[in-house]
C-alpha cells in the first residue's frame, strides 16, 4: 500500500510555471513506477507523464513534450511535474498515480492500469 499526497497547483498566467509534487508513504518507492494524469472539466482524465521506478525512463503525452519535465526523487519518496510554458488549455486537476512494477508491465499511459492515486491538485491557467 502507498499513500499519495499532490501539492504545488494554483493559478498562473498563460507562459508561467508550476511545480507539481507528488509525496508518498508506505511501500519502497523505487518499487512503482510513477505517473502524472490530469482531468478538465467536462473531459476524461487523460495521461500526462510517467518516470520509471529507476527515474531514468520517461515518457511524455505529446501535447507538453518540451514543456513539462516528470523526475522523481527515490530518497525523498517524491515525484514532481514541473510545468513551462503553461497553455490556457493545462487547466485541470492533476493527479498523482503509481502501480507497482516496471513501466513496461502495464499500459502505462491508461488510468486503469495505476492502482493507487492522491486526491488531486487544481492548476488554472489564464489567458
Known amino acids: 500500500q502507498v499513500q499519495l499526497v499532490e501539492s504545488g497547483g494554483g493559478l498562473v498566467q498563460t507562459g508561467g510555471s508550476l511545480r507539481l509534487s507528488c509525496a508518498t508513504s508506505?511501500?519502497?518507492?523505487?518499487?512503482?513506477?510513477m505517473a502524472w494524469f490530469r482531468q478538465a472539466p467536462g473531459k476524461e482524465r487523460e495521461f500526462v507523464a510517467a518516470?520509471?521506478?529507476?527515474?531514468?525512463?520517461?515518457y511524455y503525452e505529446d501535447s507538453v513534450k518540451g514543456r513539462f519535465t516528470i523526475s522523481r526523487d527515490n530518497v525523498e519518496n517524491t515525484v514532481y511535474l514541473q510545468m513551462n510554458s503553461l497553455k490556457v488549455e493545462d487547466t485541470a486537476v492533476y493527479y498523482c498515480?503509481?502501480?507497482?512494477?516496471?513501466?513496461?508491465?502495464?499500459?502505462?499511459?491508461?488510468?486503469?492500469?495505476?492502482?493507487?492515486w492522491g486526491q488531486g491538485t487544481q492548476v488554472a491557467v489564464s489567458s
Open positions: 498515480a503509481a502501480f507497482e512494477g516496471p513501466a513496461g508491465s502495464r499500459g502505462y499511459r491508461a488510468s486503469s492500469g495505476y492502482d493507487y
Open positions: 508506505g511501500r519502497p518507492f523505487s518499487s512503482y513506477t
Open positions: 518516470v520509471s521506478r529507476s527515474g531514468n525512463t520517461k
